[in-house]
């Protein structure tokens, strides 16, 4: 958010990744002005690639705010004729607070909406891994491209990840689902106290319709074939100490 401050960093400076975010701090102005400011200073710096972690199908959800958020930078990169690369990240299935391994430690999966509406995952690592590659590829192939990051098996219902998740840590699962309904109602409510709440609340209605969902064929062709459903639980599920 200092513009002076972006000169100095990027002085001898090829390759800028930004995964900054401010959403989850109440506020989404790093998003916006931020992105903003380091996208001229990469100009400025004649950064060579600027690799951008952005969010699957952020340009058809304009109601979501940090979505949208992306798909203003992702505009304001391509017109600066920055050579970029966008990766796209799905819902992460390893949260900062991870409540799912919390809910399968106590033998429950929480579900959001339904148990159907399928959208797709990520582990923190894995997309971790995929931006590393977008900084360091090796061909300027990978210039100006959109690449998702997703499993190669496609994305999962709720239902299906509860089962997934209890065939790999042979704990049987309930699935506890906050319908549709609900967080319609709650997204009125909700606005005029919390920005991320609405947001988030906002994100998970966006999800019911169905357009959540990673194409993997570049992140393939760039990063390597991507994990399936199955290895990456079963991944997760080692991490938190949920294999039996």
């Known amino acids: 958010m200092d513009p002076a401050s972006l000169d100095a960093a990027l002085e001898g400076v090829d390759v800028v990744v930004s995964s900054a975010n401010g959403y989850m701090k109440e506020t989404i102005q790093a998003d916006f002005q931020g992105n903003k400011n380091l996208i001229e200073a990469a100009v400025r710096a004649g950064v ?3 690799v951008f972690l952005s969010i699957v199908a952020c340009d058809a959800a304009p109601e979501v705010p940090h979505f949208h958020a992306k798909k203003v ?6 017109a600066s004729g920055l050579p970029y690369v966008f990766v796209r990240a799905p819902a992460f299935l390893d949260q900062s607070a991870d409540y799912v391994a919390d809910g399968v430690k106590a033998g429950r999966f929480y579900a959001v909406g339904d148990k159907h509406t399928r959208w797709s995952y990520v582990l923190t690592d ?3 891994a995929a931006i590393a590659k977008a900084a360091t ?3 300027e192939d990978i210039a100006h491209q959109t690449i998702d990051i997703g499993w190669r098996d496609g994305a999962k219902s709720q239902n299906e990840m509860a089962e997934l998740i209890a065939e790999v840590t042979s704990k049987p699962l309930s699935l506890w689902v906050v319908p549709w309904i609900v967080l319609g109602v709650m997204v009125r ?6 920005e991320l709440g ?3 609340i906002r994100m998970f209605l966006f999800f019911r319709k169905g357009q959540f969902v990673s194409d993997t064929a570049k992140q393939g062709h760039f990063f ?11 991944k997760w599920a080692a991490i938190n100490k949920l294999k039996p």
């Open 48 to 50: 060579k690639r600027f």
């Open 73 to 78: 930078a992702e505009d304001l990169i391509k």
């Open 126 to 128: 894995d997309l971790a």
């Open 137 to 139: 590829y090796p061909s």
């Open 189 to 194: 409510l909700i606005k005029p106290f919390s």
């Open 198 to 200: 609405y947001d988030l």
């Open 224 to 234: 390597g074939i991507a994990p399936t459903a199955h290895e990456a639980i079963t």
